[in-house]
């Protein structure tokens, strides 16, 4: 019975690997579907890794422009987490902006030497920011 040696099984890795990429698919796709589903089938959310937010967040909430890097959220009581990456010098003090502008009212807020954090809320929402430069995390929960 033949053998394959680690030169052959190296080539036919990158050979599928070019015919992966050549034929327009990407494999990280594939691997960012897989892992969307299997915490979409733990947790009955909706998770993104490509750049999209949940179907059901909530236009209510403005959100920085930016690249979304991560967005999961079933809704309801257990809300959604959107993570953006933005090419603003302060993606946080642009968020805030956005909130207030919005009608959202600051609760709370701290800045140190990890960034800042800050709640704040509308008659519906809550919504605490973290971030530090241009990378912004979004926690939305309903108002209860």
Same mark, same amino acid.
């Given at each position: 019975?033949? @053998?394959?040696?680690?030169?052959?099984?190296? =080539?036919?890795?990158?050979?599928?690997?070019?015919?992966?990429?050549?034929?327009?698919? +990407?494999?990280?796709? *594939?691997? +960012?579907?897989?892992? /969307?589903?299997?915490? /979409?089938?733990? @947790?009955?959310?909706?998770?993104?890794?490509?750049?999209?937010?949940?179907? +059901?967040?909530?236009?209510?909430?403005?959100?920085?422009?930016?690249?979304?890097?991560? =967005?999961?959220? *079933?809704?309801? /009581?257990?809300?959604?987490?959107?993570?953006?990456?933005?090419? =603003?010098?302060?993606? $946080?003090?642009?968020?805030?902006?956005?909130?207030?502008? =919005?009608?959202?009212?600051?609760?709370?807020?701290?800045?140190?030497?990890?960034? @800042? $954090?800050?709640? %704040?809320?509308?008659? /519906? %929402?809550?919504?605490?920011?973290?971030?530090?430069?241009?990378? $912004?995390?979004?926690? $939305?929960?309903?108002?209860?």
């Amino acid at each position: 019975m033949p @053998t394959i040696t680690g030169r052959a099984a190296a =080539a036919a890795a990158i050979a599928g690997l070019a015919t992966l990429l050549l034929s327009g698919c +990407n494999p990280f796709d *594939a691997v +960012n579907r897989e892992v /969307e589903e299997a915490i /979409e089938s733990q @947790t009955g959310g909706e998770v993104n890794l490509d750049g999209e937010l949940p179907s +059901n967040f909530p236009e209510s909430v403005p959100l920085i422009d930016g690249d979304v890097t991560f =967005a999961a959220g *079933a809704g309801g /009581e257990e809300g959604w987490v959107v993570i953006i990456s933005s090419s =603003a010098a302060d993606g $946080v003090a642009d968020a805030v902006t956005a909130l207030e502008g =919005a009608g959202f009212s600051e609760d709370r807020s701290a800045t140190g030497p990890v960034g @800042t $954090v800050a709640a %704040y809320s509308d008659s /519906e %929402y809550v919504v605490f920011l973290a971030g530090d430069g241009n990378a $912004v995390t979004y926690t $939305v929960a309903p108002k209860s």
